[in-house]
Nanobody, 121 residues
Framework: VQLQASGGGLVQAGTSLKLSCRDS????????VAWFRQAPGKEREFVAS??????NTHYSESVEGRFTISRDLNTVYLQMNSLKPEDTAVYYC?????????????????WGQGTLVTVSS
């Protein structure tokens, strides 16, 4: 599995951004996928996850209602609305060992290289 995250950038608070994570080896289809993020000086944290069939998405409390995770056969997306300065982080996509989606880092075996999102106030 080779995951390529893209779409990050510098935006103002209150605006939107959409991240993409492409599976170049076309092996997403049976696995749940998630987005995590890591802010400077902090641990990597769960953001959102989606099972391989779609539906039953999960979100962290900090992004619930603002972010939406979705997927197609080879790409997972993270639509981020109403961005806040505290959303500033490197965002990573990850592919799970399992078909069900959860928030545990240990469930995810393949990771993309990360894309930086910076939200200015």
């Amino acid at each position: 599995v080779q995951l390529q995250a893209s779409g990050g950038g510098l935006v103002q608070a209150g605006t939107s951004l959409k991240l993409s994570c492409r599976d170049s080896r076309r092996t997403f289809s049976n696995n749940a996928v998630a987005w995590f993020r890591q802010a400077p000086g902090k641990e990597r944290e769960f953001v959102a996850s989606i099972p391989w069939r779609g539906g039953n998405t999960h979100y962290s409390e900090s992004v619930e209602g603002r972010f939406t995770i979705s997927r197609d056969l080879n790409t997972v997306y993270l639509q981020m609305n109403s961005l806040k300065p505290e959303d500033t982080a490197v965002y990573y996509c990850a592919s799970s060992r399992f078909s069900y989606a959860d928030s545990s880092r240990s469930s995810y075996q393949y990771w993309g290289q990360g894309t930086l999102v910076t939200v200015s106030s």
